[in-house]
């Protein structure tokens, strides 16, 4: 009965409490995301991300889904978001990014880039790895960096404009890439903005899926161009892309300050609940952990094996550099690979290939700077 007549935990400390505890669970989810990167980004953002920040807020005395405000909007307020999503991205968002890239050194670029891990993907890790960015990030993201932390610092006493703020910066810091980080603070505003003034949670997702599908596409069609066609914007075109974005953008706010209705209305709905015990409220994630995990690891077995082999030789990044005969080993080596996940050679002879490209590449000098 004490349990029960317990009052909920402070707004505040459940946002610093589920902050501490995803980063807490973020370890294990490094683990699952160096055997296997697409099941990797899957596993952090529904259990790490997702379920405990979901069972924090359950302990905390609260119903997750009603407190972070999880509401239907309205239609006009869902398109409203997509479009202010699309116009950000290509008049803010995408040239930050390319400024911030033209100005990081070139080892910064060279530690953040996954392009290469990304092309190393099987067919179904590639449809996993990107319906995790687009749909499991956008959701688990949001319920914790808006639904629970924003909207804690606001309750804290922080102004609304330091809450958002603040949310986007720690948003923006827990993705660890220097290089992208200006360009995430830009976006974090932008979600932050959405939560305060729709009251709800579901705009912010929405908006936040359409950036990174908005991103993602772009990598996909950059890379089936030819090698020669598909280099860097020039200054130019950034320039004129985000001249046209940020147009939009403005004629998007301009037309919400006329017909203020797109924002939606919100809808208040009661959250408190009696508080229950933590390791009750973690149960039902820990157990889909486990299951999630055990499935993996029947299913594909082979393919966690190649994880172990990935994680224990390093094989270098792609250098622009390389000699062409460089590069064609390491399309022998993929190929090979996808052999051994199919059962069709065996793990040794991937394992002896991946060592010796290792050393390979790193006998390759390193070109010094002019």
Excluded at 19 to 29: C, E, K, N, Y
Excluded at 83 to 88: E, P, T
Excluded at 96 to 118: F, G
Aim: charged residues 15%; contains cysteine; glycine residues 8%.
């Amino acid at each position: 009965m004490n349990t029960i007549l317990r009052p909920p935990v402070p707004p505040q400390r459940l946002a610093w409490t589920a902050l501490a505890a995803f980063l807490a669970a973020s370890v294990g989810g490094f683990l699952v995301e160096r055997l296997n990167p697409a099941v990797g980004v899957w596993f952090n953002e529904v259990f790490c991300v997702l379920g405990v920040t979901w069972a924090l807020t359950r302990w905390s005395g609260r119903a997750p889904a009603a407190y972070v405000r999880l509401s239907w909007p309205g239609w006009p307020t869902v398109f409203f978001a997509v479009a202010l999503a699309l116009a950000n991205f290509f008049g803010l968002a995408a040239p930050i990014n390319a400024l911030s890239e033209h100005l990081a050194p070139q080892s910064w670029r060279d530690s953040v880039d996954i392009t290469h891990v990304i092309d190393q993907f099987s067919r179904v890790d590639l449809w996993l790895f990107s319906v995790a960015t687009v749909v499991a990030a956008a959701f688990c993201e949001e319920f914790l960096f808006r639904g629970v932390l924003q909207q804690g610092l606001a309750a804290s006493g922080a102004h609304p404009v330091e809450a958002i703020f603040r949310a986007a910066l720690i948003f923006a810091f827990i993705h660890l890439n220097p290089v992208w980080f200006p360009a995430l603070l830009e976006l974090g505003l932008l979600f932050g903005l959405l939560y305060h003034r729709t009251g709800s949670l579901l705009p912010g997702m929405v908006a936040h899926a359409t950036t990174n599908a908005t991103s993602l596409g772009l990598y996909f069609l950059g890379r089936n161009e030819a090698p020669d066609a598909a280099g860097e914007m020039s200054a130019t075109q950034v320039i004129g892309m985000a001249g046209m974005g940020i147009c939009v953008l403005v004629g998007l706010l301009l037309l919400a300050r006329h017909f203020p209705s797109v924002w939606g209305k919100p809808r208040p709905t009661p959250f408190e609940r009696p508080r229950i015990p933590l390791a009750r409220a973690l149960a039902p994630w820990l157990v889909g952990a486990s299951v999630g995990i055990l499935g993996w690891f029947l299913v594909d077995r082979r393919g966690v094996e190649l994880g172990v082999v990935d994680w224990r030789v390093e094989l270098p990044a792609p250098r622009e550099d390389e000699p062409a005969e460089v590069r064609s080993a390491r399309a022998d080596l993929k190929a090979l690979r996808d052999s051994v996940r199919t059962g069709k050679a065996p793990l040794d002879s991937y394992l002896a290939s991946r060592r010796a490209l290792a050393e390979r590449t790193r006998a390759i000098p390193t070109p010094k700077p002019p």
